[in-house]
């Protein structure tokens, strides 16, 4: 059993920064992968940024690069999506998400654990 809790949303002008932190617990998490994700209205939920737990090796979507950093808290059992220079089109619920088998990091269908969303609201 794992448990996934997002915090950090809420509302930023555009180009402002926000951190999201997903807390995890349940069990070791030196084999998962973390992933985070985002849905707006009326769009598929999309991927946004990953992490492999034991290297840190990291993985971005192009509309993010440049902007987002995911990063992770051995101690604390927590993944950061750390985001720079936010975008209206930023806007979603995000989500994070954990898997332990060996995926490729951009499908939405391998991860297997799910936190409840935190909203990001970026304003103009």
């Known amino acids: 059993q794992v448990h996934l809790v997002e915090s950090g949303g809420g509302l930023v002008q555009a180009g402002g920064s926000l951190r999201l932190s997903c807390a995890a617990s349940g069990r070791t998490f030196s084999g998962y992968t973390m992933g985070w994700f985002r849905q707006a209205p009326g769009k598929e939920r999309e991927f946004v940024a990953a992490?492999?737990?034991?290297?840190?090796?990291?993985y971005y979507a192009d509309s993010v690069k440049g902007r987002f950093t995911i990063s992770r808290d051995n101690a604390k059992k927590t993944v950061y999506l750390q985001m720079n220079s936010l975008k209206p089109e930023d806007t979603a619920v995000y989500y994070c998400?954990?898997?332990?088998?060996?995926?490729?990091?951009?499908?939405?269908?391998?991860?297997?654990?799910w936190g409840q969303g935190t909203q990001v609201t970026v304003s103009s």
């Open positions: 998400a954990a898997t332990q088998t060996i995926v490729v990091v951009t499908l939405i269908n391998e991860y297997d654990y």
């Open positions: 992490i492999r737990w034991s290297s840190g090796s990291a």
